[in-house]
């Protein structure tokens, strides 16, 4: 990717979403590289988040590469390395930490006091479902670590988030 922002997605047959990883500029989608080397299909989605601006190899090239040119090869493989080490970070955490944990983690990731977004976009990103994340973040706001308004969260203590992000 060359300008840009995409959220890889792997959608349930209930129609739920988890957010996989992002790949930002200089980065490339490992599904597709893998896709690419083991000449399968995987069903996960990519979701321009912003405008993009993309270069696109035809296999044969991307093979010839491989075998070619080391530099591009490294590429490929350290990009494989970063995601996996992200995967496997996020089934820990799916399948280790809370959901109320997760979720004071993402809001502390986005980096931002305010943030636009809607519960279920974060419903999304988290593999949950809206009335869930909606019922925590209500929980937080009367704890006093966020408010809410309409399609916007405020982070008010973020030392609180960041104990609960790390219980």
Do not use: W
């Not at 597709?32 to 399968?40: A, I, N, P, V």
């Not at 966020?146 to 008010?156: A, D, F, H, M, P």
């Amino acid at each position: 990717m060359l300008d840009g922002s995409i959220k890889v997605v792997k959608q349930a047959s209930s129609g739920r979403e988890l957010l996989l990883y992002r790949v930002s500029p200089g980065g490339s989608c490992i599904i597709s590289s893998s896709c690419l080397l083991g000449h399968t299909d995987y069903n996960a989605r990519g979701i321009a988040e912003t405008p993009l601006t993309l270069l696109a190899l035809p296999v044969g090239e991307f093979g010839r590469l491989l075998v070619e040119h080391a530099p591009f090869r490294d590429f490929v493989f350290h990009l494989f390395s970063e995601r996996i080490g992200e995967l496997m970070q996020l089934v820990e955490e799916v399948a280790f930490a809370r959901l109320d944990q997760r979720l004071a983690k993402l809001i502390l990731a986005r980096h931002a006091d305010t943030l636009n977004i809607t519960h279920q976009q974060l419903a999304d990103e988290l593999g949950s479902v809206r009335e869930i994340v909606s019922r925590l973040l209500k929980g937080f706001a009367a704890q006093g670590l966020v408010s809410l308004g309409r399609e916007q969260l405020t982070v008010i203590d973020r030392d609180g988030l960041n104990k609960l992000a790390a219980v």
